[in-house]
Structure formats: C-alpha cells, structure tokens
C-alpha cells in the first residue's frame, strides 16, 4: 500500500516535444508529492512538488497535474531540450502515516531529448 | 555552499571490511534522512533522525547498518562486515520543520559503494 507506480520506465521526445510521466499511488495518507531529477553520478535534486489539494502546479516549462480520485498524478515537461535528459523520480510523502515524513519513491522514468 | 554534503564520494573495498559514511546536512534542518538506491531503481529509505535522535529504521537496515547523528548535526553510517549486496548508491537528506509549508527533502551527492 506504500508503493508508488511510475510509467513509462523510459521516454525518448524530440527537442520542442512534451514528455509526460505517470505515477500512480494506493495509500490516500501521502500528504505531499514531489518530482526529483537525476544525473548520473549525482544526487536526485527536487523539480517541482504539489499538495493532494491542488490539481495542478506549474513552474516554468513543467507542470504538475494531481488527479486526487483516481490517485494518479503526472509530470509535464514542456518544450523539451536536450538538457532536460535525466531520469525522473516521483514520490510520495507519507505525512502522519509515521513520524518520519519519509519519501516512497518510484521506480525511475529515464528521458532522452533528441536534438 | 549550503547545500547538504557527503563524503566520500566513492567507496571501494572488500567483502567483510568495514565503511562508513558521513553527511553534513544543511545547517538549518533539524530532519536527516538515509536512503539506499541501486542501479536503476529509486532511493529506499532507510533511516531518520530528528536532531540526535533516530527515529525509525526500516527492515532493509540489517543490525549490520548502525546510524549515529551526535550533537544533532552531521551523521554517519557504518556498515559492518560489507557484503556485495551492500553495493549501492547511499544517499543522504535533510529537511527543515519550520518554514516552508513543505519542508522539502534536499538530497547530497550519494557516496557510492562498491564492494569487491
């Protein structure tokens, strides 16, 4: 019930092109989720982040959409470059679930921008 | 920089040696978190500290793992008698519990191990 599901496990889009990356979750106590950018040999760094009681977030060229009832949420990247080649992690706080506030992540979408 | 740090950045030894790790969280945060990720796959957690008390500590944190943030400030973990299953990417988060209405986990570089 802690699992977050992340589709597809990898996207190529051309340069200009929308790329858009799917999670989806069981346990309605998350209370935050986050969408974090790595590149290898690095650390995963936050990109953007919504709260279940917004539908959509925008910063820039991404976008967050949050579907409360069917527990699904999206990341949009708009006008994709090249430099935006990276894997993405969604993930899911779990709140007052437990003290922790830790994060369940999921299982990676690497993104190719062709030029 | 403010940002959290880790160190080292890369660890190779043998099957059976010990390691440890250390992070220096940002300043500010009294909340340090241990994730655990391998090739391909997201970070797992593995354990938490608010200030210098460790919180929670999931199953993958066998009694070979021991985490210690004294004093409330850097950490460090030790893995006892290394195994090859060990290997993996050991990452290291901190966030703050005032502030902002999110209190966002800003992750270091990892150290990444490798055991022979």
């Known amino acids: 019930q802690q699992q977050v599901k992340q589709s597809p496990q990898s996207l190529i889009v051309q340069k200009g092109g929308i790329s858009i990356i799917n999670c989806a979750y069981e346990?309605?106590?998350?209370?935050?989720f986050p969408w974090y950018q790595q590149f290898p040999g690095k650390g995963p760094a936050l990109l953007i982040a919504i709260r279940p009681d917004v539908s959509e977030k925008k910063e820039g060229r991404f976008t967050i959409s949050f579907n409360k009832s069917a527990k699904q949420f999206s990341l949009h990247i708009m006008d994709s470059q090249p430099g935006d080649s990276a894997t993405y992690f969604c993930?899911?706080?779990?709140?007052?679930?437990?003290?922790?506030?830790?994060?369940?992540f999921g299982s990676g979408t690497r993104l190719l921008v062709r030029p | 920089d403010t940002g959290v740090s880790q160190d080292p950045r890369h660890k190779i030894t043998k099957r059976g040696q010990n390691v440890t790790f250390r992070c220096d969280p940002i300043?500010?945060?009294?909340?340090l978190y241990w994730y655990r990720q391998t090739l391909g796959q997201g970070p797992e957690f593995l354990t938490y500290?608010?200030?210098?008390?460790?919180?929670?500590k999931s199953r993958l944190l066998s009694d070979r793992f021991s985490a210690e943030r004294p004093k409330g400030s850097f950490s460090t973990l030790e893995i006892q008698r290394t195994e090859q299953g060990d290997s993996a990417m050991y990452l290291c988060a901190s966030s703050g519990t005032s502030g902002s209405s999110y209190n966002e986990q800003f992750f270091g570089p990892g150290t990444r191990l490798t055991v022979l």
């Open positions: 500290f608010q200030n210098e008390a460790q919180l929670e």
């Open positions: 993930a899911a706080r779990t709140g007052v679930m437990d003290s922790s506030y830790k994060l369940i």
């Open positions: 300043s500010e945060h009294n909340r």
């Open positions: 346990n309605t106590a998350f209370d935050y």
